[in-house]
């Protein structure tokens, strides 16, 4: 079974800074995806970042990028030149390769961001 | 194109009522998901359909919740006798058929169980 792990419920940043968001997950599968998705007030998850396990660059979009370490099994996200409109929940979520390719979420994190 | 839809928005009902949500996947989408969203939690997986047949309903919590797809299409997720620990977003995400897809999400269903 796969678990994701956010440890940080809250954090906040200043506008134009910079922030990072962890996460750590387990599974036992070699082949697997990580993501990272905003929930905004309107409910609706919309992916930010998403990196392949086998890839060993970390992925970019932006403002946004991740930090993977494998062996580490963590999975942190950056956000660079924050804005008010990155403020919303994030979630970490881990999907492995085949069978119904369900994703499984952390507990997500709170974010501020302030003027 | 139009993304993931749902209906209701929100949903009061009372305990031991039926309740149907709707979810309209974007078209074209072979796959289609259910998850449930607690309070201060993050999404927890229901069911998964990919085309009309559920091919993972290992997230269903019990016999009350049951979904059907039968055309490939719209999905509609049936919670019987309501209990007011079935308080939470419903989540329904689509993707294309096949791996490594994208699940689009839309905006979710409020059930509120008094």
């Not at chain 2, 049951?66 to 620990?85: C, D, M, N, W, Y």
Request: proline content about 4%; glycine content about 8%; charged content about 20%.
């Amino acid at each position: 079974a796969q678990t994701v792990t956010q440890s940080q419920p809250e954090m906040s940043v200043q506008e134009a800074e910079t922030v990072t968001l962890s996460c750590t997950y387990d599974t036992s599968e070699s082949d697997y995806y990580l993501f990272w998705y905003k929930q905004p007030p309107s409910r609706q998850m919309i992916l930010v970042i998403r990196q392949e396990a086998y890839k060993q660059q970390n992925a970019t979009e932006n403002r946004f990028s991740v930090n993977f370490q494998k062996a580490a099994k963590s999975f942190s996200l950056k956000i660079s030149d924050s804005q008010l409109g990155d403020a919303a929940m994030y979630f970490c979520a881990c999907r492995t390769q085949g069978g119904s390719e369900k994703l499984v979420f952390g507990k997500g994190m709170k974010l501020t961001v302030n003027p | 194109g139009a993304g993931v839809s749902q209906t209701p928005s929100n949903k009061v009902t009372e305990k031991g009522k039926y309740v149907e949500l709707r979810c309209d996947p974007i078209s074209g989408h072979t796959a289609l998901y259910w998850y449930r969203q607690s309070l201060g939690q993050g999404p927890e997986f229901l069911i998964y359909f990919q085309g009309t047949g559920a091919a993972d309903d290992s997230g269903l919590p019990n016999d009350r919740f049951f979904a059907v797809r039968p055309e490939g299409s719209v999905s509609t997720l049936k919670i019987q006798r309501t209990e007011r620990g079935d308080s939470a977003v419903y989540l329904c995400a689509s993707s294309r058929m096949g791996l490594q897809e994208t699940q689009y999400f839309g905006p979710g269903t409020r059930l509120l169980v008094l």
